[in-house]
């Protein structure tokens, strides 16, 4: 029977697990959170809206077929992955536990194949003030609202590009907040010409339409204005969030002197798109696309020998195109034939779901943002460095910047902060060569040598 290791418990991973296990192989399924799930199905039991969750049939769907004698998976939640090998057997490296215990249990994992589903995080770019409280990314609104039933603010400013902004916007207004005003980067006609090319290749995504129809009607109950091609350029504060400067942007996303408006509110939600997390598919020798994503191939299958990647570290795409790549993967993994019949469904939905997809390329982000920033702006949170700091150093070399500012190396390792300075210094700056997957106490890992030892003598 083989053997497979799921990495990631949100759509792509739920469904290349449930998909795998049916064609009969033996899944284990790993996933850092309390519950499956990942950030799209994010839940409590008690505490979630079930207002905010989308496609509930599905998911129930899948984590019945979790539990399902017939084709059983062992679900390890509150588990953090800290190391991969590849070879053959592979070989997964986790600790089960809350991540700030002191009572961690190691278990290494060997495998056929493995699918990567880590799924990716926001990007939030640096403004002026995004360091006062009460200034959090899209996603940490989203999570406060799904999983605890609570809104960031009492008035919240969302801001940032892409459609993802619609949906946080709505848990604010669901939760009992209101919301100030949703911020759009990108302007009215680059959204049309990008969304309204080729309309017949989004048939298979009307089911989006309900839930844009949804955002809308919310933003319409609650009086909620809608600016397009403007930003949030300065965040202003004492102790906490008391306003922001919304600001008009040219294409390039430059501010344009003499439209800056102050708009009053207590929080703000910054969400400029998202980074894929790609330090397990790194660490197992994965090529990587120039635009930052796993390649795979037709089947889901890396340049790594028994690796597959599913989900949104293969492309931006959402929980649709998650869910059908997350089945192709987990089938292949399995040893089903790309030519099964099994396949059709899923590969149909991917392919479409991709000229989907495509359309989030509008929202990208533009160059011209950096010139928002002041020179004593933040850029690296864990390290203080600013905006100044990481030029003047960045001038010598990329290596001389992270010496001397220590940008990338704190404890998110560049997660928050690696595209911007990237962004910043028009280099790589090779924070992602040194792939930190979990933090590893050194008692933990003392603990675990003797298996460590035992697997790299095989």
């Known amino acids: 029977m083989t053997r497979i290791v799921v990495v990631g418990a949100g759509p792509a991973g739920l469904a290349a697990a449930v998909a795998a296990s049916r064609a009969r192989a033996d899944v284990v399924l790993v996933d850092e959170g309390e519950r499956v799930g990942g950030q799209f ?31 059983a998976v062992r679900v390890m939640s509150s588990t953090s992955v800290w190391r991969l090998e590849p070879g053959a057997p592979l070989r997964v490296h986790t600790l089960t536990g ?9 278990e290494t994992l060997e495998a056929d194949a493995i699918v990567l589903a880590t ?12 360091t006062l409280p009460g200034v959090t990314s899209a996603g940490a609104v989203q999570a406060l609202a799904k999983r605890d039933g609570v809104a960031l603010g009492s008035r919240t400013v969302v801001a940032g590009a892409g459609p993802f902004l619609l949906p946080v916007a709505q848990s ?42 949804s955002y809308a009607a919310t933003l319409v109950k609650n009086r909620v204005p809608y600016r397009l091609g403007s930003a949030v350029t300065r965040i202003h504060g004492s102790g906490s969030v008391e306003a922001a400067t919304v600001q008009r942007i040219d294409g390039n996303w430059r501010p344009i002197a003499g439209t800056e408006r102050t708009v009053e509110c207590d929080a703000v939600a910054l969400g400029h798109g998202f980074t894929p997390r790609l330090e397990a598919a790194i660490q197992l020798g994965c090529d990587i696309t120039p635009d930052r994503f796993v390649l795979v191939d037709d089947d889901q299958r890396t340049t790594t020998a028994g690796v597959f990647a599913a989900g949104e570290i293969t492309g931006i795409g959402g929980a649709d195109a998650a869910l059908a790549e997350g089945e192709v993967a987990g089938l292949a993994a399995a040893g089903v034939a790309s030519t099964d019949p099994r396949m059709r469904k899923p590969q149909t939905t991917r392919n479409r779901m991709h000229a989907f997809a495509a359309r989030l390329a509008t929202h990208a982000i533009r160059p011209g943002w950096t010139a928002w920033l002041d020179d004593d702006t933040i850029v690296c949170r864990c390290e203080a460095a600013t905006r100044a700091m990481i030029a003047e ?66």
């Open 172 to 213: 604010v207004t669901l939760l009992g907040g209101s919301v100030a005003e949703v911020v759009e980067a990108t302007a009215l006609r680059p959204l049309l010409g990008g969304w309204a090319r080729k309309p017949w290749e989004l048939v298979a995504a009307m089911g989006k339409a309900g839930e844009l129809g």
């Open 119 to 130: 799924g990716a995080h926001d990007r939030v770019l640096p403004v002026p003030g995004w």
């Open 98 to 106: 809350p991540a700030d215990g002191a009572d961690r249990r190691g």
């Open 41 to 71: 199905w994010r839940n409590h039991p008690q505490l979630t809206d079930q207002r905010l969750q989308h496609q509930r049939g599905r998911f129930a769907e899948l984590t019945a077929a979790l539990a399902d004698e017939r084709t």
């Open 393 to 458: 150093y960045s001038a010598v070399s990329a290596r001389a910047m992270r010496l001397a500012t220590r940008a990338g190396l704190g404890p998110c390792q560049g997660r928050t902060c690696g595209r911007s300075i990237e962004d910043l210094t028009g280099a790589p700056s090779g924070i992602d060569r040194r792939p930190v997957l979990a933090s590893v106490r050194i008692g933990e890992l003392a603990a675990l040598t003797p298996t460590l030892k035992e697997s790299s003598n095989d």
